[in-house]
C-alpha cells in the first residue's frame, strides 16, 4: 500500500503564490507515476499536472500551463508542485494521486487509472 500526504495549502490573494507537497511512502518512489488534480464542489475533479517515471516534459492542464511547475524530489520521495501568479479559478482541493504499471499517456488526466490518492489539501486564492 502506498501511503500520499499532501501538505502546503492555504489563503493566498490574487497575485501570489503556494507551494504543494506531497510525500510519498510504501512503494518505491521510482517506480510510480505522480500527478496533481483538483476538485472544486460541484465540477468533476480534473488533472493539473503529471510527472512520469522517465526522464521526459512534465504535463500540464492548459490553464496552469506557464504558472505552475510540477517536479519530483527523489532524496525526500517527494513531488512538489509550485504554483505562481494564483488566480480565483485556482480555488479547489488539490489532491495528489500516484499509480504503477502501464500508463498511456491518453490516460494521464483520468482519475480512475490512479491507484492511491491523498486526503487532498486546500487552496484558497481570494480577489
Known amino acids: 500500500q502506498v501511503s500520499l500526504v499532501e501538505s502546503g495549502g492555504g489563503l493566498v490573494q490574487t497575485g501570489g503564490s503556494l507551494s504543494l507537497s506531497c510525500l510519498v511512502s510504501?512503494?518505491?518512489?521510482?517506480?510510480?507515476?505522480v500527478a496533481w488534480f483538483r476538485q472544486t464542489p460541484g465540477k468533476d475533479r480534473e488533472l493539473v499536472a503529471h510527472?512520469?517515471?522517465?526522464?521526459?516534459?512534465?504535463d500540464y492542464a492548459s490553464f496552469v500551463q506557464g504558472r505552475f511547475t510540477i517536479s519530483r524530489d527523489s532524496a525526500t520521495n517527494t513531488v512538489l508542485l509550485q504554483m505562481n501568479n494564483l488566480i480565483p479559478d485556482d480555488t479547489a482541493i488539490y489532491f495528489c494521486?500516484?499509480?504503477?504499471?502501464?500508463?498511456?499517456?491518453?490516460?494521464?488526466?483520468?482519475?480512475?487509472?490512479?491507484?492511491?490518492w491523498g486526503q487532498g489539501t486546500q487552496v484558497t486564492v481570494s480577489s
Open positions: 494521486a500516484a499509480g504503477a504499471g502501464t500508463l498511456y499517456r491518453g490516460d494521464i488526466g483520468t482519475p480512475s487509472r490512479y491507484n492511491y
Open positions: 510504501g512503494r518505491t518512489f521510482s517506480s510510480l507515476f
Open positions: 510527472i512520469g517515471r522517465r526522464d521526459l516534459p512534465p
